[in-house]
């Protein structure tokens, strides 16, 4: 089962970036690869168990599925349900933690699935650095402007 862990430090503290990525349907708002998303049924996007449905700028359609938040430990768990990737019971955790010294906030993204062997590495790769590590610095670019 492959895992991956992105983490980086952004110069702003926790609780701005949490606004900014707590809601679920806000990717298009934040991360560079979302063209649109939308919450299926009209439901909260803060309620667990909510689908968003979204589309990545190349066209590509994702559908996942939140099934933890938390704004007090500042983190939110969600599951893939449909994808192009070729990969299967991808779960993935965004987390922030306040780090005190400097007010700033230490995020961290990490994610498991299966898949076949021969795709392990790319997979890992292309959602460290394009998904992952590209949210994290839209989200510098954002916080410091």
Same mark, same amino acid.
């Not at 926790?14 to 606004?19: C, F, H, L, S």
């Given at each position: 089962m492959p ?10 503290p #926790? ?5 900014k ?22 439901e909260p996007? /803060? ?10 700028? %190349?066209?590509d359609r994702l559908?996942?599925?939140?099934? !933890? ?9 969600? #599951? ?8 299967? /019971?991808?779960? #993935? ?8 010294? !400097? %007010? ?10 299966d898949?076949?062997v021969?795709? #392990?590495?790319?997979?890992? /790769? ?15 670019r954002?916080m410091?402007?």
């Open positions: 895992r991956i862990y992105t983490s980086s430090v952004i110069d702003a #926790a609780a701005k970036v949490w606004e990525v707590r809601d679920f349907n806000a990717l298009p708002r934040w991360h560079p690869r979302i063209r649109e998303s939308r919450i299926e049924n009209g996007s /803060d309620k667990i168990g909510c689908v968003r449905d979204f589309r990545l700028q %190349n066209g559908r996942e599925k939140l099934l !933890g938040l938390s704004d007090y430990d500042m983190f939110c768990t969600y #599951a893939i349900l449909e994808s192009p990737m070729p990969l299967t /019971d991808y779960m #993935a955790t965004l987390r922030l933690t306040p780090i005190s010294d !400097g %007010n700033r906030t230490f995020i961290e993204w990490t994610a498991e699935f898949c076949a021969e795709v #392990a590495a790319d997979l890992v /790769d292309g959602i460290a650095n394009n998904v992952f590590q590209a949210g994290f610095d839209a989200l510098k954002q410091a402007g």
